[in-house]
C-alpha cells in the first residue's frame, strides 16, 4: 500500500468500522477525522503497537494523555501493512517543561486542535532504523515541517531535533515503528511569520506598517491553490508560501526617531529623492525587510569560495540588500546588513525566529533602503520557492552531500518556462528538468544540489535571474560532469552542449557556449566555465534568462544531459 499523508493516516476497514472491533486491519488505515474508535482503545492484540507500547511505560504517562486527549491514540497504534512510524515521545519531565514554557499547569488547558498538532509534529510517516537516523540531517514530520538534526557527537544515542528537542534514546522498537524518547519536547509550529511577529509583542510600529501596505494577508499565507488551464483542462496546484522577514522593533524605531507610522512615513519622505508619494515609500520600506523562501541568518552570510558580501534581493521592486560576513566572529554576530550604508545586525536572541512560513529575524536597526555597490551573486538554479514546493523538504538543499542521489521532476515550476525540441531527447533517466541530489563525489556543488535539463535539440529554457546591481559583471557557469557526459567532453558525439544564451532577450547580451568542452579531466566533478567575459546591466534589476539547445546530441545520443550547479556573477570593477 502507498505510503499515506495523515489526513489519510488511519481509514478502517468494514469489519473494523461494523463490528468496532479492538484488533488491527490489514487493509486500509482509518480516517483521523472520522475515527470510528473514537473514545475506545484501538490496539493490536498480538503485537505491541506504539501507543500501546507508550501507555504500558511509566515514563510517558503525560504523553498517553496527549494521545488520548486529541484523538492521536488509535492512530499510532495503526499496523496495516505498508504503514510505518517514527515516534518521538516526551518523556514525562519533557511534557511537565512543556506545559510550563506554554504558562499552563496541566493538559486541559491546551485546546484539543493544539495537542493534535504537538502529536502530528513529534511524528513521522516510516520507520526511521537508528543506523539511518544517524546520517539524516532533517526529516519531515506529519505536519509536513521540516525537523533538522544535529548528532550529539559526545553523547552516544543523543541528538537536538529543530535546537530544540533533546533525544536521549534512539530506536525503541514497537511492532509499527520506532519511538524515540526525548527530554525535552519540541514546540509545534502553527505560528505564521506574522504571528511571530504579533507574539513577540515589541512591534507594533512595523506591525501597522505591514497592515497599511497590504502584506499581513501574504506573510498570514501557509499555502495557496494555483488553477491553471492547460489544453482546455483545468488543474489545481498547492504552493506552500515561504517568506523571511526582518522586524524592527519600537525600541528600534525609537533610537533613530522614530515613535509612531506617522513618524516613520515623514522619516522616509525626509530620505526621498524622487517625489514618491508617502504611501509608496511605506510599500517599498516594508517590501524591502521581506525576502522570497526561508532563510536562517547563516543561510544569508558567505558561503565556501565566494565574497564575503552577498547580495539578496528584496519583495521590494528592484531593491536589494547586502549580508557581509566577519570571519573572524562567531554566531549571527558575524553577518552585518548593508554595512557600508545604514547597517544593520541581527538581534541573536530575536533571530532564527522558525514560522509555518519561514523565519523572523529581528535587526538592530531601522535599515532604510539603500543602494549597494555591487557584489558577487550566487544564483543556484534550484533556490526557487516554486522548486522547494515540488521537492520533499528533506532533500531540498541538503547541508551535507546525499548518500543516495534523489531525483525529483520539477519541469511544473512556474519559475520555468520551457519548450523541448520537436526531436525530443533519448535520455531515459532524466525526465524534462529534474532537482537532483549531489553525492559525495560531487561535494562542491552548491547547496549540494543541481537541476537537470533533457530538453532535447532546438529546446529552450528560460528562467528569472536574482536581482542584480546595475555595473558589469563576468559570469560563469558551473556544471556538474558525470563519466556519462565523456562523449561531450570529448565532443566525440555532437559539440560539446553548445548553447545560445541570452539576457533579456537581447541581442547585445547574446552568446555561444559549450561548458563540458571545458571540463579539464574525466573525473566526475563540479566545473566552471566564463560564459561572459564581460556584460554590463545599466539597471539594478532581475533579468529574463534564456538558453537554448544547439547541440543535436540532445536528441540522438541517450547520455546527453545538461547538469547545472548555478551561475555566478562576478563584479567588474
Partial sequence: MKTMKYRKLINVCAAFASALALTACDSDVFDINADPAKDKQYSNLLNSPISTYLAGEEDFTEYVKVLRYSDMF????????????????????????????????????????????????????DSILPEQFINKTNITNLNEDDISIKIDSTNSGQALLNDEGQVVKMGISAYNGKIYVLSRAMTPLVETVYDRLVNAGNSKIMLEAITATGWQKELSTIKDTVVAIVDGISTSTVNKRYFTVLGVSDATFAKAGINSLGDLKAKLKSLDHEGLSEDSLLRAYVGYHILTNSYKADDLGAVNGSSLTRIWGTKANNQVLTVTTDTFKTGTDRYTLNALGTSAKFVAAHSDVLAKNGYVHELSSWLPIWQPEQAEVIWDFADYAEVKNLVPTDNYQPKEPTATEERHRIATASCFTYEMGEAGSRNNNYSDIDYVTCKANLKNANNHDRVVFNVGYAGSVSMKTPTLVRGKYRVELSIVYLTSNNFMRQQTAGNGGLLKLSFDDKDDYTTYASPYTKVTSALPGVYTSTIYDEIEFPETAAHDFKFVVLDPAASTNSGFSLQFDCIKFIPIK
Wanted: no cysteine; charged share 15%.
Fill in 74 to 125: 488509535n492512530a499510532l497504534n495503526q499496523s496495516s501493512a505498508g504503514t510505518s512510524f517514527t515516534a518521538f515521545a516526551p518523556n514525562n519531565e519533557a511534557m511537565r517543561a512543556f506545559y510550563q514554557s506554554r504558562g499552563v499547569d496541566s493538559l486541559p488547558q491546551i485546546s484539543k486542535d493544539y495537542a493534535r498538532s504537538f502529536v502530528l509534529f513529534h511524528t513521522v510517516n
